[in-house]
């Protein structure tokens, strides 16, 4: 039981780390309900497993410097990547496509999977308010693997100028679970984003972030088409 609590313990500072991209530990202890002797003795272990780092120091009051901690390369590929056996397999089955068929088509295969997953989401997301229909969304891509999370747009957060309360969300995922699959076919992502506009057909989605460009996660602005 110990062993599954540490386990569990350190893939949440993995993914605060993912969310927040630094931390001391202080902020770690206090954030998660964990003393800093405990939450130092995690970082040791994750530092000896290379998936963080610390980058710098701080000084907080009195104290010694606090050093601030940050996911290695390594950690994030984990945490972005997960189990890359699927991944691989996936992209060695597209790339035998492409030869095969030609990427052309290969693209439009892309599609026709992503407008089937569509009307799955569609029908699965329901018909309530865009809030109820977005934190729908971000189950189903919790289900699928992905680190997603929404938030409303504050009317400070935004040049759009003013709306309705509850009618704009942010969208972010901080890991992509067909990470391997994008960077050997980067339209699927254009397919994934017209997956959501059409799964949210009272909307317009637009990309905010994306991690093939380099980004620590992939964002989307979610926006009810009579808020502009």
Known sequence: MATTQQSSTKQEILEYLLKQSRATAFELAETLDISPQAIRRHLKDLEAEKLILYSSS?????????????????????????????????????????????????????????????????????????????????????????MAECYPVESNESELGDSDEGDRFILMEHNCAISNVAESFPSICGHELEMFAAVLPDCTVERTHWIINGEHRCGYLVQARNSK
């Open 58 to 146: 701080i000084q907080e009051g009195m104290g010694r410097p606090q050093h601030v901690y940050q996911l290695s390369r390594e950690g994030r590929d984990r945490l972005q990547r997960g189990d890359n056996s699927y991944g691989e397999f996936a992209v060695s089955l597209l790339d035998t496509l492409a030869e095969t068929v030609g990427r052309d088509q290969v693209s439009s295969i892309l599609r026709k999977q992503w407008e089937r997953k569509a009307l799955l989401y569609r029908d699965r997301l329901g018909k309530g308010s865009l809030q109820e229909r977005v934190a729908n969304l971000v189950e189903l891509r919790k289900g699928e693997g992905f």
